[in-house]
C-alpha cells in the first residue's frame, strides 16, 4: 500500500539559514511519481516538481533543491538561504497505477515559519 | 495557471442536508479529483475521475457521490452532510495518466453545523 510520511510536523528557522524537509514514502510499484507542493498562507496549492521512479538525479531551482533516493524510499527537499515568502505548508506526494490511471497519496505536510 | 475553479467558495450548511460542490475546468483535461484537506492529514482523495461517467472511489469515499457528466465538470455531493465533512476541499486536475502532475483549484470552505 502507498504511504508518504513527512516526520516533521512544523520547522521554524530564521532567514537565509538552510532548510530541509523530509518525505519518505512506501510503495510496492516499480513506477510511480513523487511531488512536492506548497501551500502558502493564502491557501492555493502550487505545484512545485515532479520525479518519476526512474529518474534519481536531484535537481536545483534557484534556491529550492530536490534529493531522491530509491535506496531509502526518501524524496527530500532543501531550500537555501530561507526567506520569508517560504513560510508555507510543504506536501509531499506520491502517485502509482490505479483503475483508469494514478491514485496520489499525500503527507500529512510540514509547516515551515522563516523568521525575519 | 490552470483554469480551474470551484463555487461555492465558502458554504454553510446544517447537519443532514445536501450539499454539492461543483468544480469546473477550462483545460480539457481527462482525469479530475476531489480531495479534503484537514489539520493533520494532509490531503485525502474522495474520489476521482478518469473520463466522462467514469469515476473511482478514493480513500475517505464513504458520505459522498460524484458525478461527471461533461469534461469540463466534476460534482460532489455530500449525501446527508455531518460535521465531521466540515473541511476545505480541493478539486485537481491532471491531462496525461504519464504525467499525472495534478493542479490545483482554490477550495471550498465548508462547515456543517
Known amino acids: 500500500a502507498q504511504k508518504v510520511t513527512q516526520a516533521q510536523t512544523e520547522i521554524s528557522v530564521v532567514e537565509k539559514e538552510d532548510v530541509t524537509l523530509d518525505c519518505v514514502y512506501e510503495?510496492?510499484?516499480?513506477?510511480?511519481?513523487l511531488f512536492w507542493y506548497k501551500q502558502p498562507p493564502s491557501g492555493e496549492l502550487v505545484f512545485l516538481i515532479r520525479r518519476n521512479s526512474f529518474d534519481e538525479q536531484n535537481e536545483i531551482s534557484g534556491r529550492y533543491s530536490w534529493n531522491f533516493q530509491k535506496s531509502t524510499s526518501s524524496f527530500n527537499f532543501t531550500i537555501t538561504a530561507s526567506q520569508v515568502v517560504d513560510s508555507a505548508v510543504y506536501f509531499c506526494?506520491?502517485?502509482?497505477?490505479?483503475?483508469?490511471?494514478?491514485?496520489?497519496?499525500f503527507g500529512a505536510g510540514t509547516r515551515l515559519f522563516v523568521k525575519a | 495557471d490552470a483554469g480551474i475553479t470551484q463555487s461555492p467558495r465558502h458554504k454553510v450548511t446544517e447537519t443532514g442536508t445536501p450539499v454539492t460542490l461543483r468544480c469546473h475546468q477550462t483545460?480539457?483535461?481527462?482525469?479530475m479529483y476531489w480531495y479534503r484537506q484537514d489539520p493533520g492529514h494532509g490531503l485525502r482523495l474522495i474520489h476521482y475521475s478518469y473520463g466522462v461517467k467514469d469515476t473511482d472511489k478514493g480513500e475517505v469515499s464513504d458520505g459522498y457521490s460524484v458525478s461527471r457528466s461533461k469534461t469540463e465538470d466534476f460534482l460532489l455531493t455530500l449525501e446527508s452532510a455531518t460535521s465531521s465533512q466540515t473541511s476545505v476541499y480541493f478539486c485537481?486536475?491532471?491531462?496525461?495518466?504519464?504525467?499525472?502532475?495534478?493542479?490545483f483549484g482554490p477550495g471550498t470552505r465548508l462547515l456543517v453545523l
Open positions: 483545460e480539457n483535461h481527462r482525469y
Open positions: 506526494a506520491l502517485s502509482e497505477a490505479s483503475t483508469g490511471g494514478f491514485k496520489t497519496i
Open positions: 485537481a486536475i491532471s491531462d496525461l495518466a504519464g504525467s499525472q502532475t495534478q493542479y
Open positions: 510503495t510496492r510499484d516499480t513506477t510511480y511519481y
